[in-house]
């Protein structure tokens, strides 16, 4: 297993360099959305309480900037009616382009199709929509792939046996269902790992915090907690440490520095990093290209995560991944 351990960190370290040499760029289309008449670029997100979705607004404003945009940042706080609004008040303000990282699969296509109505392009990063045509592109990490990828560390974690519980997302997230399916197609191959409670906790670390403390109570038995994100998961995690339980093997999925510090610590056994940072900035760019005329050649592109352990920690920084031979 070991070995498969080590084969998942170097398919995903492999897919990063790969990545950066595909040309994502198609010939000039004479059919594109003109944009709003400005030079604004909004970056609509959910709240930037949590890390990853700070860095979102940071490195859009910072890539936008550069490339010469005035850049307008707000939080929908993954409410569709107050994001509906938000892009109202892009289309009223004439935005070029719309970056969001979206309230809902469902929820969101009336905000998109309104945009693409007014001749808006968006571009959608972190969480996909349920329809197809309305979003220049829809830019999201390999949830599947970096899933299954820290689960495997976590069954060598936790021996291949064990009682554990499961922290869910906000469940109109689809990212919410893919982590999870994912975490246990690795997981229910080992007939002597049981889960024996799962709840949502909405990505919240509040939430989380106090749905470990429950779980704990009522399930003491338990060595180990996977967890949909790392806002979550550190939750989690402290709520184990205050509880005295620090033999509890954690996982969450993101690639936040809270989590890497856990990671380093060894109160947590990985995650799985989303390239927020990354993906952000090839928004940008898309945008940027597509305004002045060239499209994106996919509208849906997967960017691959990458196992974040005690073996990589130091290569992890602010959603942004460097090789070790890189550093």
Request: hydrophobic fraction near 40%.
């Amino acid at each position: 297993m070991k070995a498969r351990k080590a084969m998942a960190l170097a398919m995903t370290a492999a897919m990063v360099g790969g990545l950066m040499t595909v040309p994502v760029m198609a010939e000039e289309n004479a059919e594109l959305l003109p944009g709003g008449g400005s030079n604004i670029i909004y970056c609509i997100t959910p709240s930037t309480s949590n890390p990853f979705f700070n860095t979102e607004q940071v490195i859009a404003k910072e890539k936008a900037e550069e490339l010469g945009y005035e850049v307008k940042c707000a939080s929908h706080d993954d409410d569709a009616a107050t994001q509906l609004e938000l892009f109202e008040a892009a289309i009223n303000d004439g935005a070029a382009a719309i970056i969001c990282d979206n309230a809902g699969a469902d929820a969101s296509i009336e905000a998109v199709q309104k945009a693409y109505d007014a001749g808006i392009p968006t571009f959608l990063i972190d969480r996909e929509i349920n329809q197809s045509g309305l979003a220049v592109a829809q830019i999201v990490a390999d949830n599947a792939q970096g899933a299954a990828a820290i689960a495997e560390v976590w069954v060598e974690a936790m021996n291949y046996e064990g009682k554990y519980a499961e922290l869910l997302g906000l469940e109109s997230d689809t990212n919410c269902q893919v982590r999870s399916d994912n975490y246990h197609s690795v997981i229910d191959e080992y007939e002597d790992l049981e889960m024996v409670a799962q709840q949502s906790a909405n990505w919240d670390q509040t939430e989380a915090y106090e749905k470990t403390e429950a779980i704990l109570q009522s399930n003491p038995e338990i060595t180990g907690i996977i967890c949909g994100n790392d806002t979550m998961a550190c939750g989690a995690v402290q709520a184990c440490l205050d509880a005295g339980r620090n033999d509890i093997k954690i996982i969450g999925l993101d690639g936040s520095d809270e989590a890497n510090a856990y990671i380093k610590s060894g109160d947590m056994v990985g995650t799985a990093l989303q390239q927020i940072a990354l993906i952000t900035e090839m928004a940008v760019e898309q945008a940027d290209a597509y305004l002045k005329g060239t499209a994106p050649e996919e509208e849906k592109q997967l960017v691959p995560c990458v196992a974040i352990t005690a073996d990589n920690t130091d290569c992890l920084n602010a959603f942004v991944y460097t090789e070790p031979d890189a550093k």
